[in-house]
């Protein structure tokens, strides 16, 4: 049904009001359970795990980034099935599979056990995070979808934000049901992952043409505009198939997310760790409560990041800069970091390179679904975080095994500024055309 072009801008901006209020905040909740779900045991590990199973920080590195061997195998058929069958359907699945893998860290009993465990989690989580960002891209035009993928990611940083006290608390109800703390609060993490993976089945809508809570000129505008992109980028690109895996430009932007998830999951995983040998190196003392609060103070600065940067981008369209500059910042002050002379310089150096992760991240995103389109949009946004879940193994177990070697953890922090400014370069480099005239990114919407 053809909109009225009188009406369109008020359909356009009422339909785009409705789904970024019904659809945003479920889909962040999901991230929030997930990213909590999968870096519990950060907290876990300083907070009585690693003693109780005798886990060296190799062990304890690998254990963490063990999650990812799984997560990388499946994750492109995972996204592919969620194409086939359906986003309400497959994120109820993977919510409620993961869930029940976490409710098993509660008994876990050897370190055999917990690399299980973690393989495990990381083949039921398979394809949430690529499914997330294509379900979101699939329901708004382009010159929304930055925006929307933003205020998805404000889910990251605000899961240590409210899970590290979270967490914590969990951690301090120790003897309760005659458990240790950190396996309370595995327990306590897992639990909210099956009940809104159950809700999911009933909350979401597949597509816009589904949404009974839209108008139908509002389903219709939606549908037809983004038909009409999908038919461009067709046209523009020719990328409709599986041949997005030979797209150097999917490769190019793999190994670019690939430093930037480096730096993420080294922070997220070490960060406690690192606040708990503050005591041997400047002499402090805190509590689990004090540390998780502690913890949590990097990720509220990276939320207001996240805002700020991606509506001043949004402004201007997405360029590599925009990816480029905040790579560089962060490549610079992550090893900085742990050079400073007290706890108070060291959490400020780790906050500004959490911001530059994050006010990075979104608008990265915002550049595959300009030029991929249906199956080959689920298979090269798979791909892309796919690569980048290679990190997420590389990034905890590299630095466990530089940390052993060397009884620091500045070696394996320049390792992180390095890999993320292999990405600034990368980020710069988008704003180029390759030799044959081929943009490596797509104009502005």
């Known amino acids: 049904m053809a909109v009225q072009s009188l009406d369109t801008g008020a359909i356009e901006r009422s339909a785009v009001r409705k789904v970024t209020r019904r659809l945003v905040p479920f889909i962040g909740l999901m991230f929030f359970i997930n990213f909590l779900d999968r870096t519990a045991i950060s907290f876990a590990g300083p907070n009585g795990m690693t ?17 990812f061997f799984g997560y990388i195998v499946l994750e492109v058929p995972s996204n592919l099935a969620l194409h086939k069958y359906g986003a309400r359907r497959w994120l109820a699945r993977i ?12 008994w876990v009993s050897s370190v055999p056990q917990l690399y299980v465990l973690r393989f495990l989690l990381g083949v039921a989580e398979a394809g949430f995070f690529p499914g997330a960002i294509l379900f979101l891209s699939s329901w708004v035009p382009l010159r929304h979808r930055n925006t929307v993928l933003a205020l998805f990611y404000l889910a990251q940083p605000l899961t240590t934000v409210l899970g590290a006290p979270l967490a914590a608390s969990l951690i301090q109800a120790h003897g309760l049901f005659g458990l240790e703390g950190w396996r309370i609060m595995f327990f306590g993490v897992a639990l909210p992952a099956i009940v809104v993976g159950i809700i999911s089945w009933f909350y979401l809508s597949d597509k816009p043409a589904d949404a009974k809570w839209l108008t139908p000129q509002e389903r219709s505008w939606l549908t037809d505009e983004l038909a009409r992109e999908d038919k461009a980028k067709i046209v523009a690109h020719g990328r409709i198939n599986g041949l997005a895996l030979s797209d150097k430009r999917v490769w190019l932007l793999s190994t670019l997310y690939f430093g930037l998830i480096y730096g993420l999951y080294a922070i997220a995983f070490f960060l406690p760790t690192i606040i708990a040998g503050f005591e041997g190196k400047f002499g402090t003392k805190f509590d689990v409560f004090d540390k998780g609060l502690i913890t949590a103070i990097p990720y509220l600065p990276a939320a207001v990041a996240i805002y700020v940067w991606s509506r001043f981008v949004a402004k201007r369209g997405v360029q590599g800069w925009h990816i480029g500059l905040p790579a560089m910042i962060g490549a610079l002050s992550i090893p900085a970091a742990l050079l400073m002379g007290s706890p108070e310089t060291t959490i ?10 994050f006010a990075a991240l979104p608008n990265f995103w915002a550049i595959p679904s300009r030029f991929l389109v249906g199956p080959a949009a689920a298979a090269g946004i798979a791909l892309i ?5 290679i990190a997420g193994f590389a990034a905890p177990y590299i630095t466990g095994l530089l940390k052993d070697a060397t009884g620091l953890y500045q070696a394996p922090m320049f390792v992180v500024g390095g890999f993320m400014a292999l990405s600034a370069v990368i980020a710069f480099s988008l704003d180029r055309k390759t030799p044959n005239g081929e943009a490596l990114q797509p104009h502005k919407a």
């Not at 400020?348 to 992760?357: K, Q, S, V």
């Not at 975080?385 to 879940?389: D, E, L, P, V, Y």
Request: aromatic content about 12%; overall charge negative; glycine content about 10%.
């Open 385 to 389: 975080n796919t690569i980048g879940n």
């Open 51 to 67: 003693n109780d199973l005798a886990m060296t920080a190799a062990q304890f590195g690998f254990a963490a980034g063990i999650f």
């Open 348 to 357: 400020l150096m780790i906050t500004i390179t959490a911001c530059a992760i």
């Open 95 to 106: 919510m409620v599979s993961w869930g029940i893998v976490a409710l098993l860290f509660t």
